[in-house]
Every structure is written in structure tokens, then in C-alpha cells.
């Protein structure tokens, strides 16, 4: 039994709408080894180890389901067992996560396991741990070959809890992610400790623990500045103790006699009680206490000892919103246990754990705890009386073993009033006061008491979790101060996916967006874009570029390009978007990652309209997308058509539904809404420069694509009809999506098509415009897509019935041989009826795209699928015709100069052989040598590598120079 591969989901995926884990795991052996084949001790063994599992419902869904699914009939397989044991050891860590699924693969014995997680690399230890927990209880001949000697369980599992705590947020921070999540406001973990972004783009607020995007520098300094707020305070006549700023012992004790014993002796700038020493009486106590203290500060603070109980009281935006009455870690005496005993029993209390792993942490019997036990000439084999309490920790906190009980309700007027005044005169908007009372529900003005600190970042541990008395929302009191109720916490997000059109469309939504006056943050295929501007340059079509986006405090719209690989590979970086669009779903991509099936890549795809909130777009002219409508919980879903007589559409706009549809005209075709029974002519398809005068249908249905975005978005009409009529496809714009070059005496159509869908589309739009010349064309295909995929790409470029075509490869060769793809391209448009006087094969995309450029004549159009795009399209911008042989000496001839050294056989002749035309057209040339010769094509290298027209002509000469 071992794990295969691992995958991370940071969002929604076609798994789940939340972080999860998927690991493929291979039983092996163990395939013929389910639960009660191993027998009731191994279930037995599993349920002392992990008690928890009792409490599992499982598809049984109520508790103990799990357990009899392990025990009826031969019981279930340990995929399905890691799943709930990984799920059981992040709950034994206090990470509440509860969805798994286990599905059998293909292949005999190997399973998708799928786990949530809330840390990631939490869930995957855990999935690790339980590997090994099964492991263990496994009978010796089954046991993995990898499983570690002498491994034991109660070990690992502390040890695991102890690396979840080090890794998981903190009880505050996590309690202010929690309250946030209950408003529905996003948020974002920005390191590995606890600085937090709530909400997205220029909208966000930060938190760091309890500190804010709020919170005054200079009011942090000042509260950690003991000695500074003690002197604050007092200006303002509130209650503090007398206090010394120290930095040697003698002037500890000198500083104690002055201000008189009692005193207290604490570190200048620590925190969490950390070095405090409470109730010195002599200069020796004073002196040892003035060592612990600067173990955690150069200053030392002397002060006078206050009588009292230790409350903290929490102020939030100028409120009181908790108080809690803190005692320090203690057990009281019973006559019959010892100390040591009473720790045990007090640490038994389920609520107790490592850590900030549950709402108190366990009691500790370490070298603080036995000298307060030494003072009392008691040890912890020592046996308090009845009711005696014994005290092991010299302050009240929680995280040492302290205990805390609300009173926010019993407060006096006058000490809730002294609490806000000392907050708000720090200048803090979250803090804590410490202050010493014998009795809080009577005003410090009549029985005394004072203000020992006040603290920023103040813990809400106390305060969600008392040991006694009502919890109290003091994290929904800081999301209602950093986010009022109404106001915005979020950015309008739109989400594209689909075979093709993609970049496109998001390109021409966030045009519309920005000159609608909006900063747009935009991720695609060639970068992320930050108002308009490319911060970031590459495939960015993953959650990676949607978080860049979303952290951007510039940023008030999003625009997501959202690809099937980030789908597959990491879901999608936001829990919902406003509205997501699909295109299209066509065959591309298949046989990867387990995607074998247009079918299947819907289902991926749909992950972004099962997201939306707002409006799902769909494209109602294709099957798949169209039975998406059914797995939204959208508001609106708004179809896109081409076909004005869609039946569909027609019936869902009879019903008040949103469409957005192609109808004809008088002056040619325009792109129509229909919403709530309106009829809302927008834009005539010829007034759109990138679909060049209506002819290019593709990006006519991008068009309608981003306008029924734009319009679901809020986006003013005229504003929509702006962004669309100064749109084109330039390669500034759009690179590699139908980029027109006009500027030679013949037109090149540029584009990054990729799959027969997009090819076929490019294909079509070639033979619509007019052209006085010939049609050439520039074809290829990626190396990873499936055989049938290549051949399909010939068979829709074969229909186009183009003068010439060039076929090429890719230069990432992608498991392909070197020429590999496009003898497979030549293959297929020959059996497709291409004549193969028509065909060339150019292994390199360079020497490609120059001999179609030398290729050409005046009225010519030149249709290129490039790969690599920048240094395609500089082909073509600085092509010049200068140098080349003269025309009217050899009208057709050419000569092709590779940008690089051209290897063997880039060259393919797929005319019939004719040495006597070929030395007739050559005369200078060298003798080629004939490689790999076939009925219809003949591989020529060496010296030269010769391509020439039907009548024998030669068109290009590739030489390696």
C-alpha cells in the first residue's frame, strides 16, 4: 500500500467547493484484504487508536456509520479507511474537517482518495500518519515494505498534533477567519503565521493575529511601551501602579523599597506573562525575579504589587465587548491526591489539549510549578488538603494553563467606562486591559484596583472559550468594525472558461471594464495584468494568477482566465465568482490526468458556473454547455446564441429569462439582449474591428460573450458598445488570437489554434473573406495531444481546401520524435484528399513561417498557427522582401534562410521525384541526398532541402548556414 501522487485543491474543483486533497493511492496486495478479512482486531485496534472514528457517520450519515461500513459482510477496503483516519487525525488536532470521498480508478486496486484539508501541509502529514497507523495494525506479512520500524502511535499522534499546532492559525486569528467566513467575506492567509487578507482588492483589510489594517503604529509602540502607557494612564487620572523603569538588580531593589513591597517585577516589552513575578516581599525575591525578567528584556519593570482578582477586559471600536476574570493553572486539594495526580486529573479534561489545540491547555509540572510548590514546602508527591488550592503558574494565562471566567455582563458603569478610556487613550482599535479588582461588579473608584497593562494583539482565547460562563463573539466584532454591515468586502470577479475563445473574451471584458473607468485585474494565458499594465508574464491561468489579482489593493474588477489545466492541477483560487461564462467544449487536452472524454472535461469546466452567484453565461449552441444550466445556483443564467431560432433560448426569454442573441438585419447581423422581457439592440457584428466586418463568427461569439459579462456586471450599455467598437486583435491586444497583418502586399492571419475546434474556425473565416490570390497555410500540433486529435486537425484544415499547406512541429517536442507530428499532419491531409503536390513538410517553426513568407505573392492570404508567438509574429512585422531573387528571372523561386541551424530532414519534398525538373530549377545546387523515400514523399537534406510547387518549380531552399 503506498501513495502514487498527491494533489492539492486551494478552492473549488470538480471534487469539491472547498480545499482538498487527492491522492492516488495503490493497495497492492491489500486489494484482497478488506476490514473484516483482517478481522474484527484489526477494526478493534483502529477504534482504540482513534476513538473519534465512533463518531463518523460515513454514507450512513448518522454516528457509526463508519464502524459498520469497516464491519458488515467482508467490511470495505483501506482506501476508503485512510480517508477517515486522515480525516479522524486532523479532528485529534482541533482542525475541524469532516468531507472524504474514495472512488476506485481503472486500474485494478488503485484509488482516488480525496480529503479536506484547512492547512495544507497539515492535510497531507495526516494522510502520511495514517498510512503508517494502518500500516502498524496490519498482520506482519502484510505490512508495507516502506513502513518504519519502530514506529509508535501514541508518539507519532502527539507528535503530528504538536506539527499541526506549529503550522495552523491562532485561536484569535482563526476565530477572526471563522467570523469573516460566517459574513461570506473571503480571505486569503498571506504567510505562514498569521497575516491575514479579509476581503479582495481594493476593498481587503489585513489582520495579523489581532492586530489590523487599522491599527495605529504608534499606538502598538505605546502599549508596548510599559512604562510609557503606565505614565499615559495616569496623566488621565485612570487607576495604575506605582512603577520603575530598572536595568540592573540593585536598582530593581532600590526602585521596590521606594515604591514598597509588595511589588512585581516583569520584563519592559514582553508578553503571554512571559518572565512576571507577582508578590515579592524581599530584595533577595527581587534580585531573583530581576534575572527571569531580563531573560526576555534588557528593562526590567518594577511595580507595585495590586491585590485583587486579574480580569481582562476587551475594547473593541471604542466598545467593551468581554470581560473574563482569569485565575493562573491550579488544582485544589481533595485530601486523597497528590499534586501530581490532581494535574493528571485536571489535564483529563477534554477540553484541555497541546497547545492552542482546544479552548484550554494542559497543566505543566515544569521548574515554575515546583519552585511555587517549593515556596509552599510542597512537592508534587505532596497531598493538598480539602478545597486547598495550589497554584502553579504565576499569571493567569490561558496558554499556560490558566482558566477564565466571563463577567462581561456584572461590570460596573465606571470600570467599563475606565476600560474604553485607557484603549482610546493608547489609541488602539483592538486592545486589551489588565486590570486588578477585588470585585469588578463594584466601580474602582470605591474599592480600589488598577490597570496593570494594556496589550495589543489581546488574545480572544478567554473570551470565544470561557471555562465558565457565555462565550461571546468578539471576532464579529472586529469584522463588523473593519467591514460595517452593507459595505462592500469584496470586487466584482468574473470567471471564463472553455475549449476556445478564452483569451479573447476576458481580453475584450476587461477593455470594456476599463474604459468604463474601473482598474481591472486581468490573468491569461501570456501574464497578469494589472490596469492594463503586465506585471507578471506567462501562462497565468491557474489560482496562483487569480490570487496576485484578488491581493491587489489597486484592483476593483477581476477578470479570470481560467484554463482546464488549473482546474485539473489546483481548482480555483476563490470560494465563488459573480458570474462565469463557458464557451465551448471541445475535444483538446484528452487522455491527461484522467480526462479521457469531452464528457469529463465538461464536468471539470463546470466547476466555474457551479461557483457563480450572480449570472452563469452559457453557450446554448453547444450540448455540453448548455446542460450546464442544471448544476448552477446562480440567480440568473443568461444563454448566448448564434441560431435566432433557438428553440430553447426563445422559451426561456418568453419566460423572462436573459439571452443574448445573433440576429440578421437590414445591415447585416446584430448581437441583441433579451432581458426580463426587453429587447436591447446592442451592436451591429461589422462595427466590431476584431471580427473583421462580421466575417470572423468565433470572435463575433466572444463578443457576445463579453458584452453579456459585462451587461450581468452592472456595466452601462454605451460603455459595453465603447469597450467592443475599440477593441481589435492586435498582437498588442490579443497576442496569438487572430493577429491581421496588412502591411505586406499579402494578408497573414496569426493565431495560436491548437485543437481541430480552433483550427477549423480560423479555417472557415479564410475561405469567407475575399481574396484575390491563393490561400496558404501554416499548420501544426502540440505533441501531447492523442493521435486522433492530430489526424482530426488535418481533417478540418484539409476541408479548407488552401492553396499550399506547410506542416510543422512545435519546438517543445512534448514525448514526440523530431518530425514526428507533422508526418502525421502530411498523412492525414493526404488521406483526406489533399493532393501531395500541395503539401510541404518544415520541421521547424521558423523555417516554416519564412518560407511561407517568401512563399507569397501580392493578394495572397497567409494563414499561420504559430506556437511560439512573440518571435513569430517579429517574423512577420520585419519580414522584407529586399535580397530576394529576382522575380522576373524565376517568378515562383525563393530562398529560405533559417533563423537557426536548420537540422537534417527539417525539409520535406511531398511532390513526386523529378531530379531532371529539379537541376533544371537548380543549377548551382548541390545534389541532395534522398532520405526515408516513399511513393509520395521524398525527406531531402544534407546540403539543401528543396520545396516546390505543382508544376515542379522550386518555391524554397532551407540551407544550413
Known amino acids: 500500500m503506498k501513495i502514487l501522487d498527491r494533489s492539492t485543491y486551494v478552492g473549488p474543483s470538480h471534487y469539491a467547493h472547498f480545499p482538498v486533497i487527492r491522492l492516488e493511492l495503490d493497495l497492492g496486495a491489500l486489494e484482497a484484504w478488506p476490514t473484516m478479512k483482517l478481522g474484527r482486531g484489526f477494526v478493534d485496534a483502529l477504534l482504540a487508536a482513534l476513538p473519534g472514528l465512533d463518531d463518523h457517520g460515513c454514507s450512513y450519515g448518522e454516528a457509526g456509520g463508519f464502524v459498520r461500513r469497516m464491519t458488515e459482510d467482508d467490511g470495505t477496503w483501506l482506501g476508503h479507511v485512510l480517508e477517515h483516519v486522515a480525516i479522524e487525525l486532523q479532528n485529534a488536532a482541533g482542525v475541524k474537517v469532516t468531507f472524504g470521498k474514495t472512488r476506485e480508478t481503472a486500474r485494478p486496486g488503485v484509488y482516488d482518495v480525496v480529503i479536506e484539508y484547512e492547512q495544507e501541509d497539515v492535510g497531507h502529514e495526516a494522510a502520511d500518519v495514517a498510512l503508517h497507523l494502518l500500516g502498524s495494525l496490519l498482520p506482519a506479512a502484510l505490512r508495507p515494505a516502506d513502513q518504519p520500524e519502530n514506529w509508535v502511535w501514541a508518539e507519532a499522534r502527539d507528535e503530528f498534533i504538536r506539527y499541526a499546532q506549529r503550522r495552523a492559525l491562532g485561536p484569535s486569528t ?14 486569503i492567509r498571506l ?43 495616569a496623566n488621565l487620572g485612570l487607576p495604575v ?19 514598597g513591597y509588595p511589588v512585581v517585577c516583569k520584563p519592559y516589552n514582553a508578553n503571554h506573562g512571559r518572565g512576571v513575578s507577582v508578590n515579592l516581599m524581599t530584595p533577595d525575591e527581587v534580585r531573583a525575579a530581576f534575572t527571569r525578567a531580563q531573560e526576555h528584556s534588557r528593562s526590567v519593570i518594577v511595580e507595585s504589587f495590586i491585590t485583587g482578582h486579574d480580569h481582562r477586559m476587551l475594547v473593541v471600536s471604542g466598545e467593551l465587548v468581554a470581560a473574563a476574570k482569569r485565575l493562573p493553572g491550579h488544582v485544589v486539594g481533595d485530601g486523597a491526591h497528590s499534586v501530581r495526580a490532581l494535574v493528571d486529573i485536571v489535564n483529563a479534561d477534554p477540553r484541555r489539549g497541546i497547545g492552542h489545540e482546544k479552548v484550554l491547555t494542559r497543566i505543566e509540572l515544569d521548574d515554575q510549578a515546583l519552585g511555587l510548590l517549593a515556596k509552599r514546602e510542597m512537592t508534587p508527591d505532596s497531598v493538598p488538603a480539602q478545597g486547598d488550592e495550589v497554584f502553579l503558574r504565576l499569571t493567569a494565562n490561558l496558554s ?5 471566567t466571563d463577567v462581561t455582563d456584572v461590570v460596573h458603569p465606571d470600570n467599563v467606562e475606565m476600560a474604553v478610556r485607557a484603549i482610546q487613550a493608547i489609541g488602539l482599535d483592538v486592545g486589551g486591559v489588565d486590570f486588578l479588582s477585588p470585585d469588578i461588579t463594584r466601580s474602582y473608584k470605591d474599592v480600589g484596583g488598577a490597570i496593570c497593562e494594556v496589550n495589543a494583539a489581546p488574545g480572544f482565547r478567554m473570551h470565544m472559550a470561557p471555562s ?11 469584522i463588523d468594525m473593519l467591514f460595517p454591515r452593507n459595505s462592500p468586502a469584496t470586487i466584482p470577479i468574473a470567471a471564463v472558461t472553455g475549449t476556445n475563445g478564452k483569451t479573447t473574451t476576458v481580453r475584450m471584458l476587461a477593455h470594456i471594464h476599463k474604459l468604463a473607468g474601473k482598474r481591472v485585474g486581468l490573468t491569461t494565458t501570456d501574464g497578469v495584468y494589472i490596469d492594463g499594465q503586465r506585471t507578471v508574464e506567462g501562462d497565468m491561468t491557474g489560482p496562483t494568477a487569480a490570487r496576485i489579482v484578488l491581493s ?54 463546470r466547476t466555474v458556473v457551479e461557483i457563480a452567484r450572480d449570472t452563469a453565461v452559457l453557450n446554448a449552441d453547444d450540448p455540453l454547455t448548455l446542460r450546464m444550466a442544471a448544476y448552477t445556483e446562480a440567480k440568473y443564467v443568461c444563454y448566448v446564441t448564434m441560431d435566432p431560432g433557438h428553440a430553447l433560448v426563445r422559451e426561456h426569454i418568453r419566460a423572462g429569462g436573459r439571452a443574448i442573441a445573433l440576429e440578421k438585419g437590414v445591415n447585416g447581423e ?51 458598445r465603447h469597450g467592443l467598437r475599440t477593441f481589435d486583435s492586435s498582437f498588442f491586444q490579443a497576442p496569438g488570437r487572430l493577429n491581421v497583418y496588412d502591411q505586406h502586399p499579402f494578408r497573414v492571419l496569426f493565431d495560436y489554434g491548437h485543437n481541430a475546434h480552433a483550427i477549423n474556425e480560423l479555417c472557415e473565416l479564410a475561405n469567407r473573406l475575399e481574396v484575390k490570390g491563393r490561400r496558404l497555410l501554416v499548420l501544426s500540433a502540440p505533441g501531447d495531444r492523442r493521435d486522433e486529435d492530430i489526424r482530426a486537425i488535418a481533417e478540418v484544415a484539409a476541408r479548407g481546401n488552401f492553396d499550399h499547406y506547410i506542416c510543422r512541429r512545435d519546438d517543445p517536442l512534448r514525448g514526440r520524435g523530431e518530425d514526428e507530428v507533422p508526418k ?30 517568401k512563399m507569397a505573392q501580392p493578394g495572397d492570404l497567409l494563414l499561420v498557427f504559430a506556437d511560439a508567438l512573440a518571435r513569430g509574429w517579429k517574423q512577420i512585422v520585419n519580414f522584407r522582401t529586399a535580397g530576394a531573387p529576382a522575380r522576373d528571372a524565376e517568378p515562383h523561386a525563393q530562398v529560405v534562410h533559417a533563423a537557426r541551424a536548420v537540422p537534417r530532414a527539417l525539409v520535406t519534398d511531398i511532390a513526386p521525384a523529378d531530379d531532371d525538373a529539379r537541376a533544371t530549377s537548380a543549377p548551382t545546387a548541390p545534389s541532395p541526398v534522398r532520405v526515408e523515400p516513399t511513393p509520395a514523399a521524398r525527406v531531402l537534406a544534407d546540403d539543401a532541402s528543396i520545396i516546390r510547387d505543382e508544376r515542379g518549380v522550386i518555391l524554397a531552399r532551407a540551407t544550413e548556414d
Open 174 to 187: 482563526a476565530s477572526i477567519v471563522h467570523a469573516a467566513e460566517a459574513r461570506e467575506i473571503p480571505w
Open 191 to 233: 504567510n505562514d503565521q498569521s497575516l491575514i487578507q479579509l476581503g479582495y482588492g481594493k476593498h481587503q483589510q489585513r489582520i495579523q493575529a489581532t492586530v489590523t489594517s487599522r491599527t495605529s503604529h504608534i499606538a502598538v509602540e505605546i502599549a508596548s511601551d510599559k512604562e510609557e502607557t503606565n505614565k499615559i494612564l
Open 241 to 259: 501602579p506605582k512603577q520603575r523603569l530598572v536595568q540592573s538588580e540593585g536598582r530593581a531593589v532600590s526602585a521596590a523599597e521606594r515604591i
Open 400 to 404: 499556560t494553563g490558566g482558566t477564565a
Open 468 to 478: 465558565e460562563g457565555r462565550p461571546r463573539d468578539v471576532a464579529g466584532k472586529v
Open 552 to 605: 491587489d489593493p489597486m484592483v476593483e474588477v477581476a477578470v479570470l482566465e481560467t484554463a482546464r489545466g488549473g482546474l485539473l492541477r489546483a481548482g480555483m483560487a476563490t470560494r465563488y465568482v459573480d458570474v462565469a461564462a463557458v464557451l465551448n467544449v471541445q475535444p483538446d487536452h484528452l487522455g491527461q490526468k484522467g480526462i479521457d472524454t469531452v464528457e469529463q472535461l465538461a464536468e471539470v469546466k
Open 670 to 720: 446584430m448581437i441583441t439582449i433579451y432581458d426580463k422581457g426587453a429587447h436591447i439592440p446592442l451592436l451591429w457584428t461589422h462595427l466590431i474591428p476584431a471580427t473583421l466586418e462580421g466575417k470572423a463568427l468565433h470572435n463575433v461569439q466572444n463578443a457576445m460573450f463579453a458584452a453579456a459579462m459585462a451587461f450581468a456586471m452592472g456595466v452601462k450599455l454605451e460603455d459595453i
Open 824 to 853: 502525421m499532419l502530411v498523412a492525414a491531409l493526404t488521406a483526406h484528399g489533399v493532393p501531395a503536390d500541395r503539401i510541404s513538410l518544415i520541421v521547424d517553426e521558423q523555417t516554416a513561417i519564412d518560407a511561407v513568407l
